[in-house]
């Protein structure tokens, strides 16, 4: 092997490891609420052939305002459910849409499209 294709390799497993990094290791975290003024928890969603994040972490305890920004036209993912929390809402297009949920109880709680395709997670601690 010369030192050119030994830089090839090790460049190539260095970004098979980010990959891993980026979509697994970063995802199984999960992206943290920020705590707002007034105690409120506050976590922005895009929509968009999924949830991103699709884990958001929050605090048990503290009223929790998610903004879920829909950006496409795909019917998939028109309403989105919290099953846990008895709620669910609409998501109109290019509109933030406000869910706001009272995280009690320490613990994981899925949410997903109304078809349960599109899936994640709300990580209570
Ligand atoms: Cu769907």
Request: net charge negative; aromatic share 8%.
């Amino acid at each position: 092997m010369t030192t050119a294709q030994l830089a090839v390799t090790l460049a190539g497993a260095g970004a098979v490891a980010l990959v891993v990094w980026f979509f697994w290791l970063e995802r199984s975290v999960g992206t943290r609420a920020a705590l707002m003024s007034g105690g409120w928890q506050e976590q922005m969603i895009l929509v968009k052939g999924g949830y991103t994040p699709d884990t958001i972490v929050a605090v048990a305890g503290k009223p929790l305002r998610l903004v879920f920004q829909r950006e496409e036209a795909s019917p998939c993912s028109e309403t989105v459910v919290f099953d846990a929390f008895g709620k669910s809402a609409r998501l109109p297009q290019g509109e933030p849409t406000v869910v706001e949920l009272m995280p009690r109880e320490p613990g994981e709680y899925p949410f997903s499209c109304q078809m349960g395709m599109l899936r994640g997670t709300l990580v209570v601690e």
